[in-house]
C-alpha cells in the first residue's frame, strides 16, 4: 500500500494557520478572510449616508435619533478569495535530494507541502484550485467547500508526474487569458528556466495577482558536493557540458545562486507579494510553522 501524502496527525496540526495576503480582492462570499470591501458580513466597517432606494434595515436608528440624520451601516465582507497553488511539474523538479541529512526530490516536497497549504485554505472556506505546470497548464483540480475535500485533493496531487520543461512565459500568458478573476498565486517552484522566469511572474503581479513564490531547492542546487572534471547534464533539456569543478567553481555558482534568489525576494516584495526559500533537506513543518509563518504568507489564527 503506498505511503499517503500526508498524515492525519500533520493536518490536524494545521488547524489553527491560516494563509494571508495583503491585498483585498473580491470573491463569493462565506469565507473567513476580512476584505475592506464593504458588504455583506457581521464585522462593522463603516458608515455612509443614506441614498434613496436603500434598504432599511441598515440604518443605523441610534444615530438617527441622535443626529436626525439617515446613515447606513456597512459591514467587512468576508469572500471566499480564489487561491491558486502552482506545482512546477518540470524535470528538474524531480532532482534535489542531496544534502546532510537528504532530503526529498523538490517535486515530492512541494507537492507534499502543496498539499498542506491546500489543507489550511479549505479549513477557511477558501476556494483552492491546485494547478501543475512545466511548459503549459494541464488541467487542474479545484477544491472547496471545508476540510472534507481534501482528501481528493491530495489523491490529485499524488496522481501528478515530473516531465518536460520550463517556460514561465507560455503559462502566464496561458494563465492571465483563461482566468480573470485575481487571488493569491503561490508558486511551488525552483524557479529554474533558461529563458528567464522573472519577467511573467512580474506580469502576473501586474494583472492584479499576488504572489507568494516558495523556492524549493536540493542542496546540490546552491552549494553541490560534486568535485573534479566531470560531465554535467541539463535534466530538461539533455545537453551536456564538460567542466572542472573546483571549489572555486562551487563558491562561485553559490554566490551566483544567492544573487537569483535575492532578486525573486526583490519582484515578490516590489509588488507586495512574498518570497521564501526552502531546502528539501528542511522538515515540512519547520516550513509551515517557521519560514512560512515569518514571511507573512501564513499566520496562526
Not at 484550485?129 to 488541467?139: A, N, T
Not at 509551515?288 to 507573512?296: E, H
Amino acid at each position: 500500500m503506498p505511503k499517503p501524502l500526508l498524515e492525519r496527525q500533520t493536518l490536524e496540526r494545521l488547524e489553527r494557520l491560516a494563509l494571508r495576503w495583503q491585498k483585498s480582492f473580491i470573491g463569493l462570499f462565506g469565507g473567513h478572510n476580512p476584505s475592506r470591501f464593504p458588504g455583506p458580513g457581521q464585522e462593522f466597517l463603516d458608515h455612509r449616508h443614506f441614498h434613496i432606494g436603500d434598504d432599511l434595515r441598515g440604518v443605523n436608528w441610534h444615530a438617527y435619533m441622535r443626529l436626525e440624520r439617515l446613515f447606513l451601516k456597512m459591514f467587512q465582507v468576508e469572500p471566499r478569495v480564489p487561491v491558486r497553488i502552482f506545482v512546477d511539474t518540470s524535470e528538474s523538479m524531480a532532482c534535489g535530494t542531496g544534502g546532510t541529512p537528504p532530503g526529498d526530490a523538490k517535486f515530492t516536497y512541494a507537492c507534499r507541502l502543496a498539499g498542506m497549504l491546500c489543507y489550511v485554505g479549505l479549513v477557511r472556506l477558501d476556494t483552492i484550485v491546485l494547478q501543475p505546470f512545466s511548459d503549459r497548464l494541464p488541467e487542474g483540480y479545484t477544491a472547496q467547500g471545508g476540510r472534507h475535500r481534501v482528501a481528493p485533493a491530495l489523491e490529485f496531487l499524488t496522481e501528478l508526474e515530473t516531465g518536460g520543461r520550463s517556460n514561465f512565459r507560455a503559462v502566464v500568458r496561458q494563465f492571465i487569458s483563461g482566468n480573470p478573476a485575481r487571488g493569491l498565486a503561490v508558486v511551488l517552484s525552483d524557479f529554474l528556466d533558461e529563458a528567464g522566469c522573472e519577467g511573467p511572474l512580474q506580469q502576473m503581479a501586474d494583472f492584479g495577482h499576488e504572489l507568494l513564490l516558495v523556492h524549493v531547492a536540493g542542496e546540490d542546487d546552491r552549494r553541490p558536493s560534486w568535485r573534479g572534471e566531470l560531465e554535467l547534464v541539463d535534466a530538461e533539456s539533455g545537453e551536456a557540458q564538460r567542466m572542472e569543478v573546483d571549489r572555486r567553481a562551487v563558491e562561485e555558482h553559490a554566490a551566483a545562486y544567492d544573487e537569483f534568489c535575492a532578486e525573486m525576494e526583490r519582484l515578490a516584495l516590489r509588488n507586495r507579494g512574498r518570497y521564501v526559500s526552502l531546502m528539501t533537506s528542511s522538515p515540512l513543518e519547520n516550513a509551515i510553522f517557521g519560514s512560512l509563518v515569518a514571511s507573512g504568507g501564513m499566520g496562526l489564527r
